[in-house]
Nanobody, 122 residues
């Protein structure tokens, strides 16, 4: 499966964006899809994941502000990011795998999109 993330941009603190992850080559419904992010000089970190049947998991730092959802018919997974903070600035990547086990470990993912940049100004 090929993944493409888009929807990033420049936003002021407190603002919102909707990131999208589009899949091609195989239906997105076959996969667990996660969002990770990587800020300059930092390691890639888990943000959120959604299972094949809609089970979700979030990093503590984004709970209550970010919402992950999926539209299998359109082969899209969304990440609604609200109440953005400057520390949310990063390149956001979507990734795919078959299982929710160890969902926060980036090494467990088989497929990655190219990333979309989110910049939050204070």
């Amino acid at each position: 499966v090929q993944l493409q993330a888009f929807g990033g941009g420049l936003v002021q603190a407190g603002g919102s964006l909707r990131l999208s992850c589009a899949a091609s080559g195989r239906t997105i419904s076959s996969y667990v899809i996660a969002w990770f992010r990587q800020a300059p000089t930092k390691e890639r970190e888990f943000v959120a994941a959604i299972g094949k049947y809609g089970t979700t998991s979030y990093a503590d730092s984004v709970k209550g502000r970010f919402t992950i959802s999926r539209d299998n018919a359109e082969s899209l997974v969304y990440l609604q990011v609200d109440n953005l903070k400057p520390e949310d600035t990063a390149v956001y990547y979507c990734a795919a795998r078959n299982s929710m086990l160890g969902v926060a470990n980036p090494r467990q993912y088989d497929y990655w999109g190219q990333g979309t940049l989110v910049t939050v100004s204070s």
